[in-house]
C-alpha cells in the first residue's frame, strides 16, 4: 500500500469519526467507533470499518448508517479539499469479534 493511500486512510477515518460523532444520532447506551479505512488504490471507494457496542445493535446502526450515506458523503465533500473524494460504505469490523473468541480459546486452555 502506498504512503498516499495510508495517509488518506487516516484522513478519512478520522473525519468520518467526527462526522459521525456531530451529525449521528446518539442513542443512549450504544457507542459506535469507527476503527479503520481502507481506500481502493484507485480512489473510488472506502470501506469505513465500524465497531458498535453492544454488537446486537451493530445491524441496527449499520441500517441508519445506510439510510444517512448521502448526507454523510455531502458533509465529507464539503469539509476536504482533496479530488477525488472516494464513495464511503460502511461495515462491522469483524476483528474485535475474532479477538474475543481468541480470548475465549486462551480462557479454556
Do not use: C
Not at 451493530?58 to 464513495?87: C, V
Request: proline share 5%; hydrophobic share 35%.
Amino acid at each position: 500500500m502506498s504512503e498516499r493511500i495510508k495517509k488518506i486512510n487516516v484522513l478519512l477515518r478520522d473525519e468520518v469519526a467526527r462526522v459521525l460523532l456531530d451529525e449521528l444520532e446518539k442513542e443512549d447506551g450504544i457507542l459506535v467507533t469507527v476503527t479503520r479505512a481502507d481506500t481502493s488504490p484507485t480512489l473510488e471507494h472506502t470501506t469505513i470499518m465500524i465497531s458498535v457496542f453492544p454488537k446486537e445493535k451493530g445491524s441496527e446502526i449499520l441500517k441508519k448508517l445506510k439510510k444517512q450515506i448521502y448526507h454523510i458523503q455531502q458533509t465529507l465533500n464539503r469539509r476536504l479539499s482533496m479530488r477525488p473524494i472516494p464513495k464511503i460504505r460502511f461495515e462491522i469490523d469483524p476483528s474485535e469479534e475474532r479477538a474475543s473468541k481468541i480470548e475465549e480459546i486462551f480462557k479454556n486452555l
